[in-house]
């Protein structure tokens, strides 16, 4: 199956700093990229949708300025949250999704990137 | 906001016995699936089921969607020890520009399969 590579797994950061959290698809082209946040034992909430080339979608409530997203290729987006505060603390998951089936439907999801903000 | 809500929210089985969870939604679907986390990881895919269809299996996995009345459930048969996780519904809409489905997920049953 198509695999999502996410990195960092986790990073502990001091609050005013940026974190970059990178998302790679390595075995297929991913023309749309998902972004989740997950706080514990809560399920995923869609924070915004990126296509190649284009801004990033962003749901209701989410800050673009707080969470820069990049799409600059068909296998790669990049998600940083700026100036990073304890309340961005949480987990971060990312998902691909191709342009044709069989990755047309169904996400493939990275491992997710767990991030403590001191 | 949660397109999808489960129930139960956590359930404690015996190993052998079978694990049923259900998930309603409130607007149209292109399809639904049914996803499993384990504590602290990303999600794996475990089955897809269109809108036009209304079971679907998969090894030890039945899906069955009932659009009329916008639900679904899984069910897991025999379930063993390694099938202890977080089990989450998600409702997809196509996106027309980039291809691709948008997924939007529920609130998630905590499964636990004691031995």
């Known amino acids: 199956g198509a695999v999502v590579s996410q990195h960092p797994s986790w990073v502990i950061c001091k609050s005013g700093t940026s974190v970059k959290i990178e998302c790679r698809s390595l075995?297929?082209?991913?023309?749309?990229m998902f972004w989740y946040r997950q706080f514990p034992k809560q399920s995923l909430m869609l924070m915004a949708t990126?296509?190649?080339?284009?801004?990033?979608?962003?749901e209701q409530g989410v800050e673009k300025d707080k969470f820069l997203i990049n799409h600059a290729s068909l296998t790669l987006s990049t998600l940083t949250v700026t100036s990073a505060h304890p309340e961005d603390s949480s987990f971060y998951i990312c998902?691909?999704?191709?342009?044709?089936?069989?990755?047309?439907?169904?996400?493939?999801f990275g491992s997710g990137t767990q991030l403590s903000v001191l | 906001s949660q397109q999808g809500e489960e129930d139960p929210q956590a359930l404690s089985i015996q190993e052998g016995e079978n694990a049923t969870m259900n998930c309603s939604y409130k607007?149209?679907?292109?399809?639904l699936q049914w996803y499993r986390q384990n504590s602290g990881r990303g999600l794996v895919h475990l089955i897809l089921i269109r809108s036009n269809e209304r079971e679907k299996h998969s090894g030890r996995l039945r899906v069955t969607l009932d659009t009329s009345k916008k639900s679904s459930s899984l069910l897991i048969t025999a379930s063993r020890a390694a099938d202890t996780a977080s089990y989450f519904c998600a409702t997809g809409v196509y996106i027309l520009t980039g291809g691709g489905n948008k997924l939007t997920f529920g609130t998630g049953t905590q499964l636990k399969v004691e031995l």
């Open positions: 990126s296509n190649e080339g284009s801004k990033a979608t962003y």
């Open positions: 607007t149209s679907i292109n399809n």
């Open positions: 998902s691909a999704s191709g342009a044709r089936l069989p990755t047309n439907e169904k996400l493939f």
């Open positions: 075995d297929f082209q991913a023309t749309t």
